[in-house]
């Protein structure tokens, strides 16, 4: 009778269908501490040859959920039914692609006079804001999160996490398509990886490791001699060309919110933890783009490996910056996911806002990005934040919702309701079941960049091809 239930709450998809999308704020990041042993199931671990995904998550979607419009043309003799996914944020009109959704805002309705526009090479429909898009959704005490309470440190302290983690069952891959994909992986972690460090369980991706030194040290001395900075404006557009010089596609700065800041830090290398102190008055925070033709792959390898680059290309980018400032005299922290949430600091910087799939959706290249930061004392100018009406995009768009194989990713309405006390409370969002999107990777044995890769703002046409 169990077994029965069991078979009725779930379907079996095999991985060609998860694949096909039928079906990642966990999205993409890399997975474990970088080590690709660490994919591999380990004895005791079931491997199964269909994933299985609960029935509500694939049911299908209700229609007023996604809000399509049926419109019929007449092209000659021949009736063309054309599907609108595409609302409008500023009219009834909805369109097919978000190409013609673009075309349609461009000439009908005029950008505000506070246009970012061209003056900063963004794109046209991007408005500079005097306060980020989250703000109108704080309802309550916004408190400093704790870095132990995200997912990746949980699996090392939250034993009722880790034996749920641990009795999640492994999908059968071809062995030789595992070694090669592993293998891809495994060099673009690389630098991550290392980090210029060569301590046991070193991951650079979670930035500061107490006396580890590696790429994201913080102990590096700062230059004797100090560049005199008359003019904070002139500087920061000096610190963004140079940032874009060592590899940053975007740059932001924003005054640091302490907010934003872990109040407690968790280096998963040691278990060591404690309080955090960062005293800097700003934060420089660096998009680093990731590949679309690999993330278009997820949940397969590629699609990490794509992840895994952008990791080692954050660490090379955020150490030389640091590296750059602490020669012109000034303090400077570079750091990965560690010290603070990048998310709600690149909001902060003006790079983008933040979408249903709990990630920031840059107007350049939607969520399909990495994000990093330096922390300094230097004279700056912060930038404005933006808006370019996702809170109503996402709002009538579900395609990241659908494309998670594990139903991680709310439908309908923002909630302040958690899904587990690895989300955020005081805020109204679509929080993230980011439990249930990391057992998927266990499952998975890779991990996933679904969301991102359904969302219709990864693909903007910096690729050169594209949706639109
Ligand atoms: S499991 Fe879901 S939330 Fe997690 S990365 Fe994949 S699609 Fe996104
Ligand atoms: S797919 Fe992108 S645009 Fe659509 S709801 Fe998700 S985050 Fe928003």
Redesign the pocket.
């Given at each position: 009778m169990a077994e029965e239930q069991n078979e009725e709450k779930f379907k079996k998809l095999t991985r060609r269908e998860v694949l096909a999308g039928t079906?990642?704020?966990?999205?993409?990041v890399a997975v474990g501490s970088g080590g690709v042993s660490l994919l591999l199931p380990p004895k005791e671990v079931e491997v199964i040859k269909e994933v299985k995904v609960p029935v509500e998550v694939i049911k299908e979607v209700p229609v007023e959920v996604i809000k399509e419009v049926e419109v019929i043309k007449e092209v000659g003799a021949v009736k063309e039914v054309e599907i609108n996914r595409f609302a409008c944020p500023y009219c009834d009109g909805t369109f097919s692609t978000l190409g013609a959704l673009r075309v349609h805002v461009d000439s009908e309705h005029q950008p505000t006079p506070t246009s970012a526009r061209e003056s900063e090479g963004r794109p046209t429909y991007v408005n500079k804001v005097d306060k980020p898009t989250y703000d109108d959704f704080i309802v309550g005490t916004v408190e400093q999160f704790d870095q132990k309470n995200e997912v990746f440190c949980r699996s090392l302290w939250d034993e009722e996490y880790k034996k749920r983690r641990a009795a999640a069952p492994v999908i059968e891959v071809d062995k030789l398509v595992m070694l090669d994909g592993n293998a891809l992986y495994a060099g673009a972690i690389y630098v991550d990886d290392k980090a210029g460090s060569d301590a046991p369980n070193y991951s650079g991706f979670q930035g500061h490791q107490t006396g580890f030194g590696g790429l994201y040290d913080w102990e590096e001395p700062v230059g004797t001699q100090k560049f005199p900075v008359s003019d904070p404006v002139e500087m920061s557009e000096k610190i963004k060309k140079v940032a874009k010089f060592y590899g940053a596609d975007l740059v932001g700065i924003c005054e640091l919110d302490q907010r934003w800041v872990y109040s407690n830090y968790f280096d998963r290398a040691t278990g060591n933890f404690g309080e955090l102190d960062i005293p800097y008055k700003y934060a420089i925070v660096l998009v680093v783009e990731m590949d679309w033709e690999g993330i278009e792959t997820?949940?397969g390898y590629e699609a990490s490996a794509a992840t895994a680059l952008g990791y080692s290309n954050m660490a090379e980018v955020a150490s030389k910056l640091a590296r750059y400032i602490r020669s012109l005299g000034y303090p400077a922290i570079p750091s990965g996911n560690d010290t603070a949430q990048s998310i709600p600091l690149a909001i902060d910087a003006g790079l983008g806002e933040l979408g249903r799939?709990?990630l920031l959706i840059t107007p350049e290249f939607g969520p399909r990005v990495r994000l990093c930061k330096v922390l300094t004392d230097l004279p700056l100018k912060p930038d404005k934040p933006i808006e370019f009406r996702i809170q109503r995009f996402c709002e009538s768009c579900v395609l990241?919702a659908k494309?998670?194989?594990?139903g991680?990713?709310k439908f309908g309405d923002r909630t302040t309701e958690p899904t587990s006390f690895s989300n955020r409370t005081g805020i109204l969002r679509w929080p993230?079941d980011v439990v249930?999107?990391h057992i998927?990777?266990k499952t998975n044995l890779t991990?996933?960049?679904?969301?991102?890769a359904a969302c219709p703002w990864s693909d903007m046409g910096n690729s050169g091809r594209g949706k639109v």
């Open positions: 079906g990642g704020f966990v999205a993409g997820s949940p799939l709990g990241c494309s998670c194989p594990v991680a990713i993230v249930k999107c998927f990777w991990s996933c960049s679904n969301c991102i």
